[in-house]
């Protein structure tokens, strides 16, 4: 079973600290790895994907991978209140299943 | 482009009827995905159609049929519903890429009796 961690939460932050979400994963050889916000009531949306070791940096949002590690991390920046969401951690997983393996989320709270 | 769309968005079923959820993207993807999502257990993957005319069963797809009745529709079938099918039921598609990037619709709130 190829497994997608992330811890739960609520991880809670106030406005404008930089809110730092984690995800590991079990597959030593998945390809690409993706983070989706969900709001409450709402379905989850693609807000950053990563396939290379480093970071990416997408406006106050910067996604982080260690393959070495197994982990991927999702930065926010200037957390605002509209941030407060889930954050699903999704990692496309080895041996040629493009379908992606989804953790459990985070839940992220910005306290004005 | 409406992107992915789902109806109905709420339903209320008594155990043992059945119902059929509707999927429709219009983005010219050629997978399509059904996942439920129950509160501490994440999405599930329930049936996937990796293109048009094929379909495969993923992780949870016991009580569940599902039809691609062409490129853009992907419909979910309950046959006659249980209590444990309470859920929101979420469809996806997306390209069938290395990337693999997932677009969602809205999501139908099932509650069955």
């Known amino acids: 079973q190829k497994e997608v961690e992330q811890n739960s939460g609520p991880l809670s932050v106030p406005e404008g600290a930089i809110a730092s979400l984690n995800c590991t994963y079990s597959?030593?050889?998945?390809?690409?790895f993706f983070w989706y916000r969900q709001y409450s009531g709402k379905s989850p949306e693609l807000i950053m994907s990563?396939?290379?070791?480093g970071d990416k940096e997408d406006g106050r949002f910067t996604a982080q991978l260690n393959k070495a590690s197994q982990y991927v991390s999702l930065l926010i920046r200037d957390s605002q209140p509209s941030d407060s969401a889930t954050y699903l951690c999704?990692?496309?997983?080895?041996?040629?299943?493009?379908?992606?393996?989804f953790g459990r989320g985070t839940s992220l709270i910005v306290h004005p | 482009n409406a992107g992915v769309t789902q109806t109905p968005k709420f339903q209320v079923l008594k155990t043992g009827q059945s119902m059929t959820l509707q999927c429709a993207q219009d983005?010219?993807?050629?997978?399509m995905y059904w996942y439920r999502q129950d509160p501490g257990m994440g999405l599930r993957l329930i049936y996937y159609?990796?293109?048009?005319?094929?379909?495969d069963k993923g992780e949870v797809p016991n009580g569940y049929n599902v039809s691609r009745l062409n490129k853009r529709e992907f419909s979910l079938r309950l046959e006659s519903a249980a209590p444990s099918q309470t859920s929101v039921y979420f469809c996806a598609s997306s390209e069938e890429t290395d990337n693999n990037e997932q677009f969602f619709g809205p999501g139908t709130r099932l509650t069955v009796l």
């Open positions: 159609s990796a293109s048009e005319g094929t379909t």
């Open positions: 990563i396939y290379s070791n």
């Open positions: 597959d030593r050889g998945s390809q690409s």
């Open positions: 999704a990692v496309r997983p080895s041996g040629g299943s493009y379908i992606p393996t």
């Open positions: 983005m010219n993807h050629n997978s």
